[in-house]
């Protein structure tokens, strides 16, 4: 594709996105805003990443009896974030955004973000990442590679949309118990699930959260996350990709790291992994280890 040459005159692409992204502002040189969604506790409502941070989540979801709730981002606070990063809409002006959102299927976010882009015009680009958290994260890092590249909005835009199906999310859960609260499962199944010790592995296929299958205790579950990675025809090491985990402790994700040595090996020198939040936190509780990678072509 031809690039957009970058010089003193070229328009600058501001990368943004939502805290559904799990990117804690300052984490990733080349993004411009993180927009959080709200997270609540019974009547206390909280902004994601900005007054909760996620270990103080996973401190209030373990002594919650009810699950907290998540809104989505409205559109006065798109609207807010991108009027900062690129002046008011009749300010004029010719730099442009792209905005980065969780899926579509799981949340209005979206929605919020192509309301609030309208009043720019053309300047202001919204993707659907049909992902979410380390997910959502690995290709708002592509983009940010993209724009410093000097490639326009719109070729950024091409780009993800081009990339963002080889996005896997995987993670294998540490407990059935969250899944119960929301009511994606029953008491007995989740009972069932704890004295068996069952890990069941998640993804997001098609934007939403699908269950691939579930393992009798981490070793044989940290397998089937390898085998996922296998079936994808392996990681794209050129590509960005992220570990991370839920809840205080991060001893499985370093534990998962070490039985996947394979998967690493020659690669990379080191794999870094970082907290997932109360988006995804919510519904799958402490104790998970998460993936996302760009398939191999």
Known sequence: MQQQPVGADAPCVHIITDSASDLVQGELDGVSAVVPLSIAFGDKEYLDGVD???????????????????????????????????????????DEAVVITLSAKLSGTHESALAAAQAWGGRVHVVDSTNVTIGQKALVAFAVRLAKQGMSAAQIVSELDDAKGRIRLVALLDTLEYLQKGGRISKTAAFAGGVLSIKPVVAIQDGVVAVLGKARGSKKGNNLLIQQVKEAGGIDFDMPF???????GDDLVRKYIEDSRELWEGHVESVGYSTVGGTIGTHVGPGAVALAFFAKQ
């Open 52 to 94: 909760l941070s996620h270990d103080r989540f996973y401190e209030k979801l373990v002594e919650s009896d009810e699950l907290p709730r998540t809104s989505q981002v409205s559109p006065f606070a798109f609207s807010q974030t991108i009027e900062g990063v690129l002046g008011a809409p009749d300010a004029g002006g010719s």
């Open 242 to 248: 992220f570990l991370g985990y839920t809840g205080l």
